[in-house]
């Protein structure tokens, strides 16, 4: 390596993180490329870096041949022996120096650009292939340039882009600030920066944390779910697999210096750590923190359909700000969560039972007949008629027929179903209300309500 330009390879070859071959096949590209422009012929042209001189040395190869078609690719079997005498063989090939110092500076401008080219796609792809292993790992950063709006961050020697859209809106940087953030994706065929970080990725959090959290980093506690709102924010699932170990107080610390810490680093992003569970239920329960549920019911289970139940003080916590909690905590269960208020809750309860009874009390008929049991009556209602209506449209036939009573009892309960709608009338009132005898401080006006008229129907709105 004692030659310049094998030095000068070397040390490229060092800087930029590639292997000298790749340089050294750039350059002999570089020549060949502009030789072709060069010579401007059909030959087959070949290029051949010398490490002993560090010349790149071009040739024109041939193909030795029975009968020469092309005399630009091929030589014939004669003249070849005339060359290299009976060593010459058909279909070998026979290699002739050419001249490239001739070249000139155009020539020598495109091999320029072919190098850097070459360099350049080797860099890339070394870029591409050992940082396709990193997805997911934090690094550390400088801030180098903006972008519009997005932010040129340099570790090492290579440039990583941080979007707009990956930064959180809490925060702001300048030239020279050290950003942390985590490696989302590579992409190699970017014509910028290949590699591509986030600020707001929930991988960020979690990295934070085995970072700062012995029990993670060792396993005994594990993250089973991170969802983030960067910047305002975050819920965090832990699990320890030690029944001596609260998950929950080793991320929190003494004093809550381990989460403090992590909160510092996300500018103030508010974290809740919640412990997981295998039931859906207590998990739910758990995610709502920090609001206190009052009780939880699985609406669909294939749908994954929770209701949840909280105080009438707890509902705006609850939900959170914008509906934030609340749907935290869905995409950290994956359940969708239906929150509502113990009064709201009471309200709904009691307007399905008044739908209940109402729909009930169409299709009921009580009537009050004297002289005759609420058994009997039971039996007319059971045996279809179970209306006013068609009580009272029946014969006395059809409803001795039909519940096997004596045509007098049937008869008198007809005529008290024919005489309702009649008196409802006359009063004014509904049926309940025409049942109800005048109010009268005399006992001959009590006496002078008929006993037949005392039919009513229950009906509960």
């Known amino acids: 390596m004692n030659n310049p330009l094998l030095q000068t390879i070397e040390a490229l070859a060092k800087e930029k993180g590639i292997e000298p071959g790749v340089i050294i096949s750039a ?19 070949r290029t051949k870096f010398n490490q002993e001189t560090g010349q790149v040395e071009l040739f024109a190869v041939k193909t030795i041949v029975a009968e020469v078609a092309d005399p630009d690719l091929e030589i014939s079997l004669h003249d070849a022996q005339e060359l290299y005498g009976d060593e010459a ?9 050419k001249p490239t110092d001739v070249l000139g500076r155009i020539a020598a401008q495109t091999a320029k650009q072919v190098i850097f080219q070459k360099v350049r796609e080797a860099e890339r792809e070394n870029v591409h292939a050992e940082y396709s292993q990193r997805i997911g790992e934090v690094v550390n950063g400088t801030v180098k340039r903006f972008e519009n709006g997005d932010i040129v961050a340099e570790f090492g020697r290579i440039e990583a882009v941080l979007p707009r859209k990956e930064q959180s809106r809490a925060e702001n940087y300048a030239v020279g600030d050290r950003v942390r953030a985590v490696i989302k994706s590579v992409n190699k065929n970017a014509k910028g920066p290949q590699i591509v970080l986030s600020r707001t990725d929930p991988a960020l959090l979690i990295k934070l944390f085995e970072q700062e959290v012995p029990e993670i ?13 960067a910047g305002d924010r975050a819920k965090v699932a832990v699990y320890s697999r030690e ?22 680093e996300l ?25 206190k ?9 294939a749908e994954r359909v929770m209701e949840v139940v909280v105080e009438d003080k707890q509902l705006s916590l609850a939900i959170g700000k914008k509906g934030q909690n ?32 109402a729909a009930a009390g169409e299709n009921e008929v009580t009537v009050v007949v004297p002289g005759v049991d609420q058994e009997a009556l039971d039996s007319v209602s059971q045996a279809g008629f179970d209306t006013l209506e068609r009580l009272a449209a029946a014969s006395v036939e059809d409803v001795t027929t039909a519940t096997g009573m004596d045509a007098e009892t049937a008869e008198r309960v007809i005529a008290a179903a024919r ?18 005898p005048p109010e009268s401080d005399t006992p001959a006006a009590e006496d002078a309500a008929p006993a037949e008229e005392a039919v009513a129907t229950d009906r509960e709105k």
């Open 293 to 301: 549920v009052q009780r939880v019911s699985i609406i669909d289970d």
């Open 89 to 97: 063989e058909v279909d070998m090939e026979i290699e002739f120096p």
């Open 243 to 264: 029944r001596d170990v609260d998950p929950v107080g080793a991320c929190v610390g003494m004093k809550g210096t381990r989460v403090q810490s992590i909160i510092r």
């Open 27 to 45: 350059i002999e590209d570089a020549v060949l490329t502009a030789s072709r422009k060069y010579y401007k012929t059909n030959e087959n042209l």
């Open 267 to 291: 500018r103030g992003e508010k974290i809740d750590i919640v412990e997981f569970s295998e039931d859906p239920v207590s998990f739910v329960t758990n995610a709502i923190s920090p609001a």
């Open 326 to 357: 609340v749907r935290l905590a869905a995409k950290l269960t994956g359940w969708k969560i239906d929150i509502k208020s113990e009064e709201e809750k009471r309200r709904e309860v009691e307007a399905q039972f008044a739908g209940f009874e």
């Open 419 to 436: 005489d309702v709608p009649t008196q409802a009338a006359d009063a004014g009132a509904t049926p309940s209300e025409a049942d109800t």
């Open 217 to 229: 980093y060792d396993g005994t506690v594990m993250i089973r779910g991170a969802v983030r709102e």
